[in-house]
């Protein structure tokens, strides 16, 4: 019977530290942690793996429930594979543990309460934008990969796999802006 932690931030900005140290007083004996959204599973590596790992016993305990995620349906299905596998979930803050009936109505509460809090981040962030675009000052997001790199690579007969890793991206990404630049009329 082992307690596994989970942390969990949405930017890289962020900070993990926090929850790790309250993950270690609370006494768990491993615990995982990643930067990625929280909006759905996909590209959570690390929450994979506790689920893998997860035996009969065992107890996923993570800080706020928002940590596991940010849809109702996703944090549900998640509880319940911890279930199918004999484990609890726990939440530190407020306290509440599947290991009773009235956990699970809490955790069901909360859920909807995280994801309608997603909706209102989008809201407010969508109205800002809004905003910036009528006062003139709205530039959209920067790009997160040199585009122009991309393309001077693959000029110069490198593969895709290749050039996704000098740029950090998939090679999706790759094959994205190569598709998008012979696209465009010259």
């Known amino acids: 019977m082992s307690r596994i932690g989970y942390a ?26 990643e930067k990625a959204s929280g909006a759905s599973r996909d590209g959570r590596a690390e929450l994979a793996t506790i689920i893998d790992f997860l035996r009969p016993g065992d107890e996923l305990v993570v800080t706020r429930l ?41 955790l069901t509460v909360l859920g909807m309460v995280a994801q309608m809090e997603r909706r209102f981040i989008k809201e407010r962030q969508r109205e800002g934008i809004e905003k ?10 920067r790009a997160r990969i040199d585009h122009g790199r991309v393309i001077e690579l693959s000029r110069g007969e490198m593969g895709v796999s290749d050039i996704a890793k000098a740029v950090g991206c998939s090679r999706m990404q790759v094959y994205r802006i190569l598709k998008g630049t012979f696209e465009r009329p010259t």
Do not use: W
């Not at 930017?11 to 942690?33: M, N």
């Open 132 to 141: 910036a675009k009528g006062a003139g000052v709205y530039v959209g997001g």
């Open 66 to 106: 928002d940590r596991l995620g940010r849809d109702t349906r996703d944090v549900l299905n998640l509880i319940h594979e911890c279930e199918q596998r004999g484990a609890f979930v726990t939440v530190l803050d407020p306290h509440v543990s599947t290991r009773g009936e009235m956990g699970h109505i809490v």
């Open 8 to 33: 969990r931030v949405s930017t890289i900005d962020q900070d993990l530290d926090t929850q790790i140290a309250k993950l270690k007083a609370e006494g768990c004996a491993v615990i995982r942690s």
